[in-house]
């Protein structure tokens, strides 16, 4: 792997669980990494600021610019992604990691969080890499990685809980349109999904202690995008990428390191078989 060294790496929802393990993967290459997210001050239930991570990047041997961005808000993308630019001379790299989540059935999922998680996963993703490709276009190896499942349109993902499989579709979606919009110019534009549930904040506030127990730790998250992030931007697009798998092609096969609970059967994420 050429590596991330000197490259720009802008990261949405990076003050914790999988955006921190992203960015903090690549800045062991010495890589420049944008921290975005809300959290500025310490949460009473969640941990993490963007300055806290920025710290951790720093530590662990890259440079960070720390930006308190609310992804839903154009004009405050536009401006971070100028800071970015200015700050460090380009963008190699954009992760579109902020999400929403509500996994309500339609009655239970009132207008407020319906645009939240539209204005977050969708807009925030649109609006984001829209503000980043002119610049991407002139990186190198640039890459789009969207963290967003495969699209798969059966009714079983979308009957409990509607609204969230629309919006992390659409993000895909996203993946999908942008991939042949930007393959002339060698922007890849990729998704990426993971085979088992995360132990991250969104697990421990939406799902049962068993599963939160039954799940992966970030780190193989981080591990299989920083993979995806090194390959060919040319050749490696367009595609809808689970962690599991982008690490057994690049030939780990000791998955027990990833687990919360080692050697306890793996609970699947949402939108796989």
């Known amino acids: 792997m050429a590596g991330l060294s000197g490259k720009t790496v802008f990261i949405t929802g990076a003050s914790r669980g999988i955006g921190r393990e992203i960015a903090l993967r690549c800045a062991r290459d010495g890589a420049n990494i944008v921290v975005t997210g809300k959290t500025v001050e310490p949460h009473p239930k969640l941990a993490g600021t963007i300055h806290s991570v920025a710290a951790e990047v720093e530590a662990a041997g890259g440079k960070a610019l720390a930006v ?23 963008l190699d790299v954009l992760v579109n990691n902020a999400s929403a989540i509500s996994l309500t059935d339609t009655l239970a999922t009132p207008a407020r969080r319906f645009d939240l998680m539209f ?11 829209q503000a980043c490709i002119p610049h991407l276009v002139k990186g190198t190896n640039p890459h789009i990685l969207n963290l967003s499942p495969p699209l798969d349109m059966k009714a079983k993902w979308f009957k409990d809980h509607a609204a969230y499989t629309m919006t992390k579709y659409g993000m895909s979606m996203c993946t999908l349109g942008m991939s042949a919009e930007l393959a002339p110019h060698g922007v890849a534009v990729n998704s990426l999904w993971p085979r088992t549930t995360i132990a991250t904040a969104a697990i421990e506030m939406n799902f049962p202690e068993a599963i939160l127990k039954a799940s992966r730790k970030p780190a193989i998250m981080a591990d299989a995008a920083y993979a995806i992030l090194n390959r060919d931007s040319r050749a490696a697009t367009g595609n809808f990428y689970i962690d599991e798998a982008v690490l057994r092609e690049d030939g780990v096969r000791d998955f027990d390191q990833y687990a919360v609970t080692p050697g306890q059967r793996l609970h699947t994420d949402l939108f796989l078989e």
């Open 68 to 90: 308190q961005l609310d992804v839903r808000d154009e004009d405050a993308v536009a401006d971070t992604v100028q800071q970015a630019v200015k700050a460090f001379g380009g």
């Open 119 to 129: 204005g977050v996963n969708v807009r925030g993703t649109f609006l984001t890499s």
